[in-house]
C-alpha cells in the first residue's frame, strides 16, 4: 500500500519485511549499534513462524521512498495482545478495559521477543532525518486514527532517537535492564577485584563446581560453528522454556536452523561439553555479536550441573568479551542472578501514545510518578551490589 507525500516522497505500509529489499534495508541497518534491526534476523522472525499474525505478531512495517531509494523505515507489529514485549504494559491494559476502551489492537515498535536497547527508526544519513521522521510519524498517526488503534509503542528505544521522539509528542517510560560494562579489565581476575572479598570467593568456588562437575567450556563465533550446532540451540531453548518459563516459547525451530545461512557471523555459542566429547554439549548459551557489544539471548542444559548456568551465561561470556576488546555485555532479561555477578541496573526507556484523549491524559499525567519510582528501584538495587566501595559509587554514576 503505497500514498504519496506532498514532499515528493512515497509512504508504504508492508505486510512482510520480504517485500522490502534487504539490500536496502541493510543500508540503513548494519550501521547501528544493534544487530537487532537487520534484516536477516526481523526476516527470518517471519519466515520461520515466529512473529507472525498466527501468534499475534502482524508485521506491519513502514517505509519512506524517493523513487526506488528507501530513505525510511520502521520495523513495526500490531499486536493482540503484550507476551514477548519484556515491557510489562498490563496495567494499562486492565485502565483501557475499566474506561470502556479497547487496548488491542496496538502497533509496536521492537524486535520481537528482544528486550535489548537500540530501536529506532532506520534513516538515510543523507536524507533530511527530520523530515523522514515527521513523515513517518504522521504516517503512524494517521493509519492509528484510520483504524482505530489504540496506541503506538516503541520499546527498548535509542536514547538519542528517544529525545528526538520526546519532541515530536512521545511520552517516555522508564524500565531498567542489567549491563555489564568493561572498565578497560585486562583478564577475568583483574574483573574480580570490582567485587568485595565475600563474593570473590563465591565466584571462584562457582567457577570451580563447573570444573569438578568435568564440563569443558568452549566459546566458538561465526564460522568456527558447525552447521549441526543450530539445530541443536533450539533444544537448550525448548528446555529451558518448557522448565521455567511456561507459555513463552516463541521462537520455533526453523528460526535457529536458519540463522545458519545468512546470520552465523553474528552468532556466538558458549558450549559445555562432558569430558572426551566434542560433539555432544549438554549445556549452551546462545549470544550475538556486534562490535564491540555483545548480548545474550537464551540457555539450556540437558541436566541440572551445579552453576553451570552462571559459568556459560556470565562468567564465561565475561572472560570472552575482555579478551574480545568488548565494551558492553547485555545478559537479556531478568536479574535476580544478574546483580549479585556484576550486573548493574542500568536505565532503558519505552515510547508511548495513545490515541484515545483519556487514556493519553492519564499517561501525562501520572508518567513522571511511575518514572520516580522506578529510579528509586534502580538505585535501591544499585547501592545492594556486592562491589568494593569505590566500584559502587562507578556503577552509581553510570
Given at each position: ?297 537464551y540457555w539450556g542444559s540437558l541436566a541440572d550441573y551445579d552453576c553451570l548456568h552462571f559459568e556459560a551465561c556470565y562468567y564465561q561470556p565475561i572472560q570472552w568479551a575482555i579478551g574480545e576488546n568488548i565494551q558492553l555485555f547485555d545478559p537479556g532479561a531478568g536479574g535476580r542472578h544478574k546483580r549479585r555477578r556484576g550486573f548493574p541496573a542500568t536505565a532503558n526507556y519505552s515510547l508511548h501514545r495513545f490515541y484515545h484523549p483519556k487514556m493519553q491524559q492519564i499517561l ?35
Amino acid at each position: 500500500m503505497a500514498k504519496s507525500h506532498s514532499s515528493g516522497l512515497t509512504v508504504r505500509w508492508h505486510h512482510a519485511l520480504a517485500e522490502i529489499p534487504q539490500p536496502q534495508w541493510d543500508r540503513l541497518a548494519v550501521p547501528l549499534q544493534t544487530p537487532f534491526l537487520e534484516w536477516h534476523w526481523l526476516n527470518n522472525l517471519e519466515t520461520s513462524g515466529s512473529a507472525v499474525r498466527n501468534t499475534g505478531w502482524q508485521p506491519c512495517h513502514l517505509t519512506v521512498w524517493q523513487g526506488e531509494t528507501l530513505l525510511g523505515a520502521a520495523a513495526l507489529y500490531l499486536k493482540g495482545h503484550s507476551y514477548g514485549e519484556f515491557v510489562f504494559d498490563h496495567q494499562w491494559a486492565d485502565l483501557a478495559q475499566r474506561l470502556g476502551i479497547d487496548y488491542y489492537p496496538k502497533l509496536l515498535g521492537m524486535a520481537p521477543f528482544t528486550p535489548a536497547e537500540g530501536y529506532r527508526f532506520l534513516i538515510d544519513p543523507e536524507a533530511n532525518e527530520s523530515l523522514v521522521t515527521q513523515i513517518m510519524v504522521e504516517a503512524i498517526d494517521h493509519f492509528c486514527q484510520t483504524n482505530q488503534i489504540s496506541g503506538c509503542n516503541f520499546l527498548f528505544v535509542d536514547r538519542q532517537w528517544q529525545k528526538q521522539m520526546e519532541s515530536l509528542g512521545f511520552t517516555s517510560w522508564l524500565h531498567h535492564s542489567y549491563i555489564w560494562q568493561n572498565q578497560n579489565f585486562q583478564d577475568f581476575d583483574d574483573y574480580l577485584q570490582i567485587f568485595n572479598a565475600n563474593q570473590r570467593r563465591n565466584i571462584k568456588r562457582e567457577r570451580k563446581a563447573v570444573q569438578k562437575a568435568g564440563l569443558r567450556i568452549q566459546v566458538l563465533q561465526g564460522n568456527q560453528i558447525p552447521h549441526h550446532f543450530f539445530p541443536a540451540i533450539y533444544r537448550f531453548y525448548s528446555n529451558t522454556c518448557d522448565k521455567f518459563y511456561w507459555g513463552s516459547k516463541y521462537l520455533t525451530k526453523k528460526f535457529f536452523q536458519s540463522l545458519y545461512e545468512d546470520y552465523r557471523a553474528r552468532v556466538v555459542l558458549v558450549l559445555a561439553f562432558p569430558e572426551h566429547d566434542d560433539q555432544h554439549p549438554v549445556g549452551l548459551s546462545f549470544c550475538l555479536r556486534k562490535g564491540d557489544r555483545l548480548y545474550g539471548r537464551y540457555w539450556g542444559s540437558l541436566a541440572d550441573y551445579d552453576c553451570l548456568h552462571f559459568e556459560a551465561c556470565y562468567y564465561q561470556p565475561i572472560q570472552w568479551a575482555i579478551g574480545e576488546n568488548i565494551q558492553l555485555f547485555d545478559p537479556g532479561a531478568g536479574g535476580r542472578h544478574k546483580r549479585r555477578r556484576g550486573f548493574p541496573a542500568t536505565a532503558n526507556y519505552s515510547l508511548h501514545r495513545f490515541y484515545h484523549p483519556k487514556m493519553q491524559q492519564i499517561l501525562q499525567i501520572y508518567i513522571d510518578e511511575i518514572n520516580a519510582m522506578e529510579q528509586a528501584e534502580i538505585d535501591a538495587i544499585n547501592q545492594d551490589l556486592p562491589f568494593s566501595r569505590k566500584e559502587v559509587s562507578l556503577a552509581l554514576e553510570q
